[in-house]
């Protein structure tokens, strides 16, 4: 069974950090490309960072600076360092793994930045 757990979500008030994880398990991780999507309250799902097989990073333009994706492929898990965060990230945070074939969404764990 394919699983993607994140965890590591909560409430921070603006400045502060968080650091997400999302587990997996059900799948060859290490031939998967894993991002981070966030959704807010009324907006649709966006991507905020990806990490390809081989470590390559993207990040959208509102978090580059800010957050940092990384894998540790013998562990199954992908992580997101949050650092200086802003109300505007509060959002339910997914876990998303990727190849030409399949796409798997774990269940999301909400960030809350208050001001």
């Known amino acids: 069974e394919v699983q993607l757990v994140e965890s590591g979500g909560g409430s921070v008030q603006a400045g502060g950090s968080l650091t997400l994880s999302c587990a997996a398990s059900?799948?060859?991780?290490?031939?998967?490309?894993i991002g981070w999507f966030r959704q807010a309250p009324g907006k649709e799902r966006e991507l905020v960072a990806t990490i390809t097989r081989v470590g390559i990073t993207i990040y959208a333009d509102s978090v580059k600076g800010r957050f940092t994706i990384s894998r540790d492929n013998a562990k199954n898990t992908v992580y997101l360092q949050m650092n200086s965060l802003k109300p505007e990230d509060t959002a339910v945070y997914y876990c998303?793994?990727?190849?030409?074939?399949?796409?798997?969404w774990g269940q999301g764990t909400q960030v809350t930045v208050s001001s």
């Open positions: 998303k793994a990727w190849d030409l074939r399949n796409n798997y």
């Open positions: 059900g799948f060859r991780f290490d031939d998967y490309g």
